[in-house]
């Protein structure tokens, strides 16, 4: 496996591959990674893993110093699970200059996730799309347990005609329900007993809904009420149109229900597709 930190040099070095699969992480990396890159593996020949903590993501009041940075176990992890190539840029590599320019995105980038974190998307999308054009992949792998950025990026690809596939890997959880998650290490014990709660709450929207009911701003209220009782801080629980992302209506068939909660200092998300 090569461990590549300099754009040239990843160019060179995959210039003479024919079917590249990608997955961009900000490493510190656990099955859930490696369920993707798994399914990268069976639609290339060679599969690239970026490893970068990307600051343009982050607001001034997040995590991005305290992110946890693990780079020589995630490499031991990726060379096992036999990727070809660590891209593993500096930030002064990626950024030589003030990255001004970056990707204007629709307003469903100012919704769920967007209310709290209002630039996160535009550093997601501008930071994905730099790597897809270092990178040049044909394929890119991504996690359904971040629905709202994998929406995204499809609408990145296809309004930009990029020529990439992109294929979403299912949520890997814990045993007890617990999406995994590098965030989930900030977790304190008795915060790591109560976090599959979310996951349990998502489950009993989708009971709910499947049940017959469709009062879902109803639902979604009492959810929050739920959660909020018992110490979680709720962004938001919303259903929508798995689709669209667009607010469900009784009309849609396709739905996800997505949440967003803090407990304590970490900020935990989920979500569940289903259909009724
Ligand atoms: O999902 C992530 O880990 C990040 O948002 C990504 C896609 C690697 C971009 O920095």
């Known amino acids: 496996m090569d461990i590549i930190a300099n754009i040239a040099e990843l160019r060179k070095r995959l210039s003479a591959e024919t079917s590249i699969a990608f997955v961009p992480t900000m490493g510190n990396l656990h099955d859930g990674h490696l369920a993707l890159v798994a399914l990268a593996k069976q639609h290339a020949s060679c599969v690239v893993v970026s490893i970068f903590v990307n600051p343009l993501q982050f607001a001034a009041n997040e995590d991005l110093a305290s992110y946890p940075r693990t780079l020589k176990p995630d490499c031991q992890k990726l060379a096992a699970a036999g990727v070809n190539v660590v891209f593993t840029p500096t930030d002064a590599e990626l950024y030589p200059q003030i990255q001004n320019i970056t990707v204007r995105l629709p307003g469903i980038a100012q919704e769920l996730c967007g209310v709290a974190r209002p630039t996160h998307f535009e550093g997601v999308a501008t930071v994905v799309l730099k790597l897809f054009n270092i990178v040049q992949p044909q394929v890119a792998v991504f996690g359904n347990k971040d629905f709202q950025q994998l929406f995204i990026i499809g609408q990145l690809i296809r309004q930009l005609a990029l020529p990439i596939q992109l294929i979403s890997g299912e949520t890997v959880r814990e045993t007890d329900g617990l999406a995994m998650s590098s965030r989930n290490g900030y977790l304190k014990p008795a915060e790591r007993v109560e ?82």
């Open 195 to 276: 976090a599959p709660r979310l996951y349990r709450a998502l489950q009993q929207v989708v009971h709910a809904a499947q049940q017959g009911r469709q009062d879902f701003p109803e639902i979604e209220s009492q959810t929050m009420q739920f959660l909020t009782q018992l110490g979680w801080i709720v962004d938001y629980i919303s259903i929508r149109n798995a689709m669209t992302l667009t607010i469900a209506t009784k009309a849609d068939r396709n739905l996800v229900v997505l949440g967003a909660a803090r407990l304590g200092k970490t900020r935990l998300i989920d979500n569940i597709e289903f259909e009724i």
